[in-house]
T-cell receptor, first 116, second 109 residues
């Protein structure tokens, strides 16, 4: 079956530009996560949705970062006025269960963002 | 102190060797524990969950020590295909997940 997909796979933005990164989770998956992974580091949690509700956005590094999942399926991570330190791979993951039960996150291939 | 700490390595081991990775976590209220594998320029994939009683999956054995707040991963009879970065993952309440920085393993012919 189809896994988690993300688009674009690669994005080059000039400093100050706005970017929008898309995530299509596995159909029926309740939970959706965004992570930021810098080179040589593990993924850092950004935000979490359960259906359309954003339940945790504590990892968003600044108010330039905004995420939404209006219909409880596709999610968009938007970064306004990009800075060089935003260069990283942005990973999206989804999982089937909500707050209890089995918990395996399935990751998309990521969007590699380079800010020049 | 980081919430989840791992030795970044790299661990360079010959084929057939046994190698072990440890990971320590700081939040004693952590509920679930996992090992993920990440190949170069690929997304992380779940390797195995870690249970209190310890668990084994083929050549891989994971253990949890709640008292000392660490988890371990043992790989026996290493294969070239085991070369990857191994990420320790700790889940607290309410789905909050924290990844370690990863331990890089290179299996040498």
């Amino acid at each position: 079956g189809a896994g988690v997909s993300q688009s674009p796979r690669y994005k080059v933005a000039k400093r100050g530009q706005d970017v929008a990164l898309r995530c299509d989770p596995i159909s029926g998956h309740v939970s959706l996560f965004w992570y930021q992974q810098a080179l040589g580091q593990g993924p850092e949690f950004l935000t979490y949705f359960q259906n359309e509700a954003q339940l945790d956005k504590s990892g968003l590094p600044s108010d330039r970062f905004f995420a939404e999942r209006p219909e409880g399926s596709v999610s968009t991570l938007k970064i306004q006025r990009t800075q060089q330190e935003d260069s990283a791979v942005y990973l999206c993951a989804s999982s089937f269960r909500g707050q209890s039960g089995s918990y395996e996150q399935y990751f998309g291939p990521g969007t590699r963002l380079t800010v020049t | 102190r980081k919430e989840v700490e791992q030795d970044p390595g790299p661990f360079n081991v010959p084929e057939g060797a046994t190698v072990a990775f440890n990971c320590t976590y700081s939040n004693s209220a952590s509920q679930s524990f996992f090992w993920y594998r990440q190949d170069c320029r690929k997304e992380p994939k779940l390797l195995m969950s870690v249970y209190s009683s310890g668990n084994e999956d083929g050549r891989f054995t994971a253990q949890l020590n709640r008292a000392s707040q660490y988890i371990s991963l043992l790989i026996r009879d290493s294969k070239l295909s085991d070369s990857a970065t191994y990420l320790c993952v700790v889940k607290g309440g309410y789905q909050k997940v924290t990844f370690g920085t990863g331990t890089k393993l290179q299996v040498i012919p």
